[in-house]
Each structure stands twice: as structure tokens, then as C-alpha cells.
């Protein structure tokens, strides 16, 4: 799995293989995990600690469009969901 970035201990990765929808992204911190759909911006799974959900949604919102993009250019094969 792909780290796409890293911040404040938290490291934000997408998959590339296996996938499903809706359209996500994963986020990790001190062994916590999420998964937090793009389109919606809300947890689809697992959880963090508010402050570190709180900043890794800061990050995700201003470049919502980008993630989606990357989603779909990592699993072609799926349809929008």
C-alpha cells in the first residue's frame, strides 16, 4: 500500500489492488486506522483520536478532487461508486 503522505505521526496511504468502493483512502496513527471515504469525508471504518481525525480531514478537503483522481488511477477496474 502506497504511503501518499505523512504528518504529525499520522500517514495517509491508498490501496492499488483489491479494493472496493466507495472511493477511500486510509489514515494511521500510533497503530489506529481509518478509512475515510472521499467523496463524503466521513469515517467508513476504524477510528483515531479526534485531534488526528481532525487533521487528517483538514489535509483531505482542499485537495478532495486530487484523492478522488488518485482512487480511480489506482483501481481503474472499479466503477464510481
Partial sequence: MP???KFNGIK???YSDNEH???HFHASYNG???QIDIKRMTVLKG?????QL???LQWAKP???DLLALFKQYNPLLRDG
Fill in 3 to 5: 504511503t501518499i503522505e
Fill in 12 to 14: 495517509i496511504m491508498m
Fill in 21 to 23: 468502493n466507495p472511493p
Fill in 32 to 34: 489506529q486506522e481509518v
Fill in 47 to 51: 477510528e483515531l483520536p479526534p485531534r
Fill in 54 to 56: 481532525r487533521q487528517v
Fill in 63 to 65: 485537495i478532495q478532487n
